[in-house]
């Protein structure tokens, strides 16, 4: 079989050059011949169908490591991995969408029609140290309209300190805030925690090092805010389906987005606890801030890196789609923990939305 020039291959399947030595690199798409003596790449014809599978796929936005995932699989089995990706696109564009529509509206000078309906939710919330630590870093509030949970760092005073004072930035939003301002109102909580922290360390330079995660929702009508940093996850179950709607802002996450490693070598990576984001008592960094639509029927596990760093995924999802009684659903979430060895503190809060 006549191999091809790393041009002819590019112009054939539609990749650039600089995107066939970057697949080459990571394993994606290697090529069947490389010359000993000037580095020429050759590809074999029998090779375009994966490389434009690979393009198709980067189109979609796919990330480099499912990409990979995918290429690997059979047919049958690699599309319904790219059916479940494709369905948290969607989640995750619905919810931009609506915030989109409500900036526009904003910053037009108009007055944006927000759903009335209104929703309550049913939750449930649970924290436990665990067998290895001997303090629990994480704090937790739960209320009619707002969820949090927070993971301190900083060693045990520090970090529960910073924790318990984030949460307390945010107790006084459990109240009814318009749904315009529900995204403001999470931000200058989250920047009066970072205020708070800040305080704290010029009080005492030996809470230097101090900080906390934080993962937020609250509520106005059908309208929910999200704000979030670092790795404590918030989840939404939906129509039987399990999906992350929060982002890790974390070293090993921005890794595997680059294909740098796989999701398998994240654990075991010596960098897997370091955060890249997180509110501080020193620099400022930004939450991520969504807006979302509520739905009856619709069941939100927020949790910290103690529960999703430990328990395997599909045993969360299993108890998420299964166990009806969020108390109990909180029960066996930190069970799972728990039973897998329990190295982290662990917190979650299971909330149920009706009408």
């Known amino acids: 079989m006549e191999l091809m020039t790393s041009g002819e291959f590019a112009r054939a399947s539609g990749l650039s050059r600089k995107a066939l030595r970057l697949y080459d690199e990571l394993g994606l798409l290697p090529p069947a011949s490389v010359d000993p003596d000037s580095a020429y790449r050759f590809y074999a014809p029998s090779q375009l169908e994966q490389a434009r599978l690979v393009a198709w796929l980067r189109r979609l936005g796919m990330p480099l490591t499912g990409i990979r995932a995918v290429s690997t699989l059979p047919p049958d089995r690699a599309a319904a991995e790219l059916a479940a990706y494709w369905d948290t696109v969607e989640a995750e564009t619905a919810a931009r969408r609506e915030l989109a529509t409500f900036l526009i509206g904003y910053l ?58 984030v949460i307390d930035a945010l107790r006084p939003l459990d109240t009814q805030v318009p749904d315009g301002e529900l995204l403001n109102a999470l931000d200058h909580a989250v920047r009066r925690a970072g205020s708070s922290l800040r305080d704290l360390v010029t009080g005492d330079p030996a809470l230097a090092g101090m900080g906390t995660t934080l993962t937020a929702l609250l509520w106005s009508g059908s309208q929910l805010g999200l704000v979030h940093i670092g790795d404590s996850r918030a989840y939404l179950v939906r129509d039987g389906k399990v999906f992350q709607i929060t982002h890790d802002h974390t070293v090993v996450q921005s890794l595997l987005d680059e294909g740098k490693i796989t999701a398998a070598e994240v654990a075991s990576h010596p960098q897997a606890m370091m955060l890249l984001r997180a509110i501080t008592g020193e620099d400022q960094h930004e939450p991520d801030l969504q807006l979302r639509e509520a739905r009856p029927g619709d069941r939100y596990l927020l949790c910290s890196d103690g529960l999703h760093r430990t328990a395997a995924a599909e045993d969360i999802a299993q108890v998420l789609r299964t166990v009806a009684d969020p108390g109990q659903a909180v029960t066996d979430l930190i069970a799972l923990a728990i039973d897998a060895g329990g190295p982290d503190n662990v917190t979650c809060i299971v909330a149920d939305v009706t009408e």
């Open 108 to 165: 037009s000078g108009r007055e944006v029609a927000m759903s009335d309906n209104a929703l309550t939710i049913r939750y449930a919330v649970g924290s436990e140290k665990g067998p290895v630590r001997e303090d629990n870093e994480d704090a937790a509030y739960a209320g009619a309209r707002l969820l949090a949970v927070a993971d301190g760092m900083g060693g045990h005073s520090a970090g529960e300190r910073a924790s318990a004072a």
